[in-house]
């Protein structure tokens, strides 16, 4: 298993960016897919963005599709997710996300085997 940590949330102004970084401990971190996920309260936790365990797929929800970017880097043992252009409908706690194993993208709250302990962002308008 593999244990998460995020960073990188705060607040700040509708229109800005923030980068949410996820380290990731543990050997093997290169099996697993990754993905972010985001919840409000009161709501259930919603897929953000997937990424397959090489980097080479990518996955958005449509909600974040041309603002948001997720990206990997295995040597550290890092996921990324560069958020543009953010809206104040963006605020929630942002959870980075392991896969169970290697093969199946990480798009849902069903395929996660592992999750960070969320990092806040706020957006205001």
């Known amino acids: 298993q593999v244990q998460l940590v995020e960073s990188g949330g705060g607040l700040v102004q509708a229109g800005g960016s923030l980068r949410l970084s996820c380290a990731a401990s543990?050997?093997?971190?290169?099996?697993?897919?990754m993905g972010w996920f985001r919840q409000v309260e009161g709501k259930e936790r919603e897929f953000v963005a997937g990424?397959?365990?090489?980097?080479?797929?990518?996955y958005y929800a449509d909600s974040v599709k041309g603002r948001f970017t997720i990206s990997r880097d295995n040597a550290k043992n890092m996921v990324y997710l560069q958020m543009n252009s953010l809206k104040p409908e963006d605020t929630a706690v942002y959870y980075c996300?392991?896969?169970?194993?290697?093969?199946?993208?990480?798009?849902?709250?069903?395929?996660?085997?592992?999750w960070g302990q969320g990092t806040q962002v706020t957006v205001s308008s």
């Open positions: 990424i397959s365990w090489g980097g080479g797929s990518t």
């Open positions: 543990g050997r093997t971190f290169s099996s697993y897919a």
């Open positions: 996300a392991a896969g169970k194993n290697r093969i199946m993208a990480v798009t849902t709250t069903q395929r996660v085997g592992s």
